[in-house]
């Protein structure tokens, strides 16, 4: 049975930018990526094969992305339809360059109205207030939680972030109710799935989302809509760009409210590189 995986392609995905190229690891999550349409009618005598690997090791590598076995692994092939949808249906529709400028401002002006300052305030004060502060999210979904992890060292705050690629239940169980969790997913999915390892924690529990299903806020302590409509399980452009747009808004936010006086402020100039230092990124 799948343990804490939510997505097998991150999961698989997630090894291969994390392993050397050559490694057992990376040359099976790399044949499963290549094959994933087939994954269904794969067997572990032809992978093993193919890879070079021993079929205990293929079963140490299932468990190592949160399957119990092989099989269990198969189980998940229906992914690669939903992916398939997710991906190539959404971005082929016609005169895409007109729907994404068009629905990315709309998408920003309702941010705007939903984000108020009360919204803002309310969520930057937890933050600073906070013991610890954990972004949990999708490793697909990572990319906004690493840009405001990285923007907030600056600011004197450190921020972990939790992905489905590691050890969940791990990183979440000794938090407690001075720590802050927010978990993005855009279409609830991720929340969904993660539900039951979220109830358990003790932390004051915050989710930024586009899905409205009320049953959320048995789970949270708040619930922050990035949309007046509920856009549960569709792709839109509130989970390629609304949850950057408002961590941005949300950082400039924080920065304005907690910045200490006389701390010198930007934008500044980039600095020169050296001609040692150029010749360095050369070689």
């Not at 690891?25 to 070079?52: P, R, S, W």
Request: glycine content about 4%; some cysteine; overall charge neutral.
């Amino acid at each position: 049975m799948k343990s804490t995986a939510f997505s097998l392609m991150t999961a698989l995905l997630a090894v291969m930018n994390e392993s050397e190229p050559g490694e057992p690891y990376y040359v099976l999550a790399q044949y499963f990526l290549c094959h994933f349409d087939q994954l269904k009618e794969l067997n572990i005598y032809d992978v093993a094969e193919a890879c070079y690997v021993s079929r205990s090791g293929i079963r140490r590598f299932c468990q190592s992305i949160g399957f119990d076995n092989f099989s269990d692994l198969k189980a998940a092939a229906e992914e690669w339809k939903r992916h398939c949808n997710y991906f190539i249906g959404y971005s082929a529709r016609p005169n895409y360059k007109s729907y994404l400028s068009h629905s990315v401002t709309d998408m920003m002006q309702e941010i705007n109205r939903l984000a108020t300052t009360a919204v803002l305030d309310k969520l930057a004060k937890r933050i600073h207030d906070s013991r610890n502060v954990v972004l949990f999210t999708s490793d697909f979904s990572g990319m906004t939680a690493r840009g405001f992890q990285q923007s907030m060292v600056v600011m004197g705050k450190l921020v972990l972030i939790v992905t489905d690629a590691q050890d969940v239940p791990g990183y979440l169980k000794d938090l407690t109710s001075n720590d802050l969790l927010m978990t993005i997913s855009a279409t609830g999915n991720f929340a969904t799935v993660m539900e039951p390892m979220i109830r358990e924690t003790e932390a004051y529990k915050v989710l930024i989302t586009v899905n409205h299903d009320r049953r959320f806020w048995s789970v949270y302590d708040g619930v922050i809509y990035l949309s007046e409509k509920d856009n549960a399980n569709a792709r839109t452009v509130y989970s390629q760009y609304g949850t950057n747009y408002f961590f941005d808004i949300l950082y400039s936010y924080y920065v304005q409210k907690y910045l200490k006086q006389g701390t010198a402020v930007g934008p500044f100039d980039e600095p020169r590189l050296e001609e040692s230092d150029k010749n360095k990124m050369k070689k």
